[in-house]
């Protein structure tokens, strides 16, 4: 894909999760996906009662193969200084475009507070997606002017995505893995969901084609011949469902 069209993916990816939210806690499964991250950032495992507009970003990018631009975090204050230290901040009055990051101040005390993602603008407006909007996925316009805006992360979709992610200092993957394995759901013919669509996401990247409809969500028989020659490839049971061994093999912890 383009840069244009990876923008696309990460603006169409996020579209599909509006709904998700805190009541009927149907967003367990974004953050289930933001745990799957290897290296986890910082280590942190999250919890289902955190703040999670940044691990919403992530997870999106993760579940579209984009780690490598859009840059996984759970904090948006630490998000925020992944891209100021890749030259990729810009302030407020910078002309955004989809699929760029946009975070918030709400009280002016010049630390950021809430990250979304821009889908589409207007002269005088942005279309935003954000987690924990209102303990949900939602969307919203908003002038290009108003005071929250404190500025701009603009992703590299420029870079080699697929490749994983750098380890930052201070991240120790390997602590919560045991934990990691053992929390994530068996997948089968029949599943579907955000985990389902991770699990597609990590195969294709891994040079299983999952078929013409890619991640999109339903453990169908495309998906289980793409998960059978990835078991054979390393060595699994060739059974076509993902439990523990095959989570460990696709990301990369065993």
Known sequence: MDEW????????????????????????????????????????????????????????????????AVLPECGCEAMLALYRKRGE?????????????????????????HVGIVAARSADAYTVIEGNLSDAVGSRRISRDWAMIAG???????????????ETPGTSPAEPAPIALQTLPTL????????????????????CACGPDGADGEFGTNTVAALRRFQQRERL??????????????????
């Open 5 to 68: 069209e990876k923008r696309q993916e990460l603006v169409r990816t996020a579209e599909a999760l509006i709904g998700r939210k805190e009541a009927d806690q149907s967003h367990r499964e974004i953050i289930d996906v933001y745990n799957s991250i290897r290296p986890l950032p910082r280590g942190y495992r999250m919890r289902y009662e955190d703040p999670w507009c940044a691990a919403f970003v992530s997870a999106v990018g993760e579940m579209c193969g984009l780690g490598c």
């Open 152 to 166: 701009f992360a603009v992703p590299d979709y420029g870079c080699a995505c697929g490749e994983p992610p750098q």
């Open 237 to 254: 049971d060739v059974d076509g469902i993902c439990g523990v061994k095959s989570w460990g093999k696709l990301l990369g912890l065993n």
């Open 188 to 207: 089968a013919y029949g599943s579907r969901g955000l985990t389902v669509k991770a699990m597609q996401g990590i195969l294709i990247v891994r040079d």
């Open 89 to 113: 901040y810009r302030g407020r009055d910078y002309d955004a475009q989809p699929g760029d990051l946009i975070f918030y101040n709400w009280d002016g005390n010049g630390s950021v507070d």
